[in-house]
């Protein structure tokens, strides 16, 4: 594999006792060297009742001891499935990098205040879309949405304050269990799990 100049695998042996830092590491040398304009795509996997898995590339927002912070519109596909399912995973990978991310757990709403202060700092085009979006509904034509959006946008011209609808709010994902995979050459890859445990977490290394 050949690496980016300046980046160096990482010593498995050698990681964090926790996940936050573990990872905060591994997303600070993405930004510096996976060369992505969004090293921090993440795939969310949900599941509802139907028990048909769903996909689909997002940008994490946070991460810290309480969990992985995503934002969506509760009314779309993924936020009904999460609805009805709140278990999900996460998926961080940066080929040339030989690394992914892995982060199972449950997600909950973040606070009202955190969803408030997220929202009003995107760009006045991006909170205009979300109030505008039904989103995962069907859509007769690109020209319905876009008279939709210019709806909205005369309702709250450029400059003014745009209210966070009630059903779009960030989603924190439960760190019971973080693994961090590099790649190793013969496929025989590197793997840690993180675990909750106690006041602290516990971690095992996985054959590839």
């Given at each position: 594999?050949?690496?980016?100049?300046?980046?160096?695998?990482?010593?498995?042996?050698?990681?964090?006792?926790?996940?936050?830092?573990?990872?905060?590491?591994?997303?600070?040398?993405?930004?510096?060297?996976?060369?992505?304009?969004?090293?921090?795509?993440?795939?969310?996997?949900?599941?509802?009742?139907?028990?048909?898995?769903?996909?689909?590339?997002?940008?994490?927002?946070?991460?810290?001891?309480?969990?992985?912070?995503?934002?969506?519109?509760?009314?779309?596909?993924?936020?009904?499935?999460?609805?009805?399912?709140?278990?999900?995973?996460?998926?961080?990978?940066?080929?040339?990098?030989?690394?992914?991310?892995?982060?199972?757990?449950?997600?909950?709403?973040?606070?009202?205040?955190?969803?408030?202060?997220?929202?009003?700092?995107?760009?006045?085009?991006?909170?205009?879309?979300?109030?505008?979006?039904?989103?995962?509904?069907?859509?007769?034509?690109r020209d319905a949405l876009a008279?939709?959006?210019?709806?909205?946008?005369?309702?709250?011209?450029?400059?003014?304050?745009?209210?966070?609808?009630?059903?779009?709010?960030?989603?924190?994902?439960?760190?019971?269990?973080?693994?961090?995979?590099?790649?190793?050459?013969?496929?025989?890859?590197?793997?840690?799990?993180?675990?909750?445990?106690?006041?602290?977490?516990?971690?095992?290394?996985?054959?590839?």
């Open positions: 594999m050949s690496l980016p100049e300046g980046f160096t695998l990482a010593d498995m042996d050698a990681l964090p006792d926790n996940p936050v830092d573990a990872v905060h590491g591994w997303l600070e040398e993405a930004t510096r060297f996976s060369g992505r304009p969004n090293p921090h795509a993440v795939v969310l996997a949900t599941c509802g009742a139907d028990q048909q898995p769903a996909a689909r590339m997002m940008l994490l927002k946070g991460f810290d001891a309480r969990g992985a912070v995503i934002y969506t519109n509760l009314q779309s596909r993924k936020g009904l499935q999460i609805g009805e399912n709140p278990r999900v995973a996460l998926l961080l990978h940066w080929d040339v990098l030989g690394r992914q991310i892995r982060v199972e757990g449950e997600a909950t709403r973040v606070s009202r205040e955190e969803a408030d202060a997220y929202f009003a700092s995107r760009p006045w085009g991006s909170r205009i879309g979300a109030v505008a979006s039904d989103q995962s509904r069907p859509l007769e034509s008279a939709r959006v210019v709806e909205v946008a005369l309702q709250y011209p450029l400059g003014s304050d745009v209210p966070r609808p009630e059903y779009w709010t960030g989603l924190r994902v439960s760190l019971a269990r973080v693994e961090l995979w590099q790649e190793g050459d013969d496929r025989l890859h590197d793997r840690i799990v993180y675990r909750p445990s106690g006041e602290g977490w516990s971690t095992e290394r996985l054959w590839p």
